[in-house]
């Protein structure tokens, strides 16, 4: 240990800072420890001299050991904005992850108000929501891409893409929209069957119906055109 100028090094004898602790070697166990030995918290704050006066981090004991990040620096508890509980669930603006839903609690974030996720990306690049199997590193499960130079949105299932939605909010099924509304069944997909089908199972007589067609304000208008590959109706 070396004091000097106002500054303490612990495995040096030149600290760069107040506090300054080296090592050089291979071991991996924590270089600094806060220990907690009754029921109180283990906690470290960062202080400026602005409201809301800096940062909190460490375990609050009073809650199952979670580790949180509040702002402020009376207590850990205070003004969480960050918490890990245990299992490794977080919760952004909430405390308690693993009390929604278990299927989903890995990653809460919560808001009295209003709450959302922003996902950023370059002007021609694309932002991505991609689910997976564990260890399962390609892309061949499920996504949710928006591309930002096309200003337009796809979805993905087994690795293949299903929807797209246009940047005037035409809508393609298994095919790039060139009308409001296109489903496209590609060679072998629909073999023996139908592209589509619609079905309303309501139980109650009169208020079952199936599909009406609403086009245009006069008799020339096209409510309805159907072709076979060769255009023949």
Do not use: W
């Amino acid at each position: 240990t070396h004091f000097g100028a106002g500054k303490v090094g612990i495995g040096t004898t030149s600290p760069g800072y107040q506090l300054d602790l080296r090592r050089n070697d291979t071991g991996n166990t924590p270089s600094l420890g806060i220990r907690q030995l009754g029921s109180g918290d283990a906690s470290m704050a960062f202080q400026t001299t602005t409201s809301p006066y800096g940062f909190i981090i460490g375990v609050d004991g009073s809650d199952g050991d979670k580790f949180k990040i509040s702002t402020g620096t009376e207590n850990v508890a205070g003004a969480t904005k960050l918490t890990i509980d245990t299992s490794g669930n977080v919760g952004i603006g909430v405390t308690n992850p693993d009390s929604y839903d278990s299927r989903a609690e890995k990653l809460v974030v919560g808001e009295t108000g209003d709450a959302g996720i922003t996902i950023a990306g370059g002007a021609s690049s694309d932002c991505r929501l991609v689910f997976a199997v564990t260890n399962q590193t390609d892309l061949s499960n499920g996504s949710i891409t928006y591309d930002q130079s096309s200003d337009s949105m796809a979805f993905e299932t087994a690795g293949s893409g299903r929807m797209t939605i246009s940047n005037t909010g035409k809508v393609g099924i298994a095919c790039t929209p060139s009308v409001l509304f296109e489903v496209k069944a590609v060679d072998g997909v629909s073999d023996n069957n139908f592209v589509a089908s619609i079905t309303n199972a309501e139980s109650t007589a009169g208020r079952s119906y199936g599909l009406t067609i609403a086009a245009g304000s006069n008799a020339s208008d096209i409510a309805l055109n159907i072709n076979n590959a060769a255009a023949n109706a």
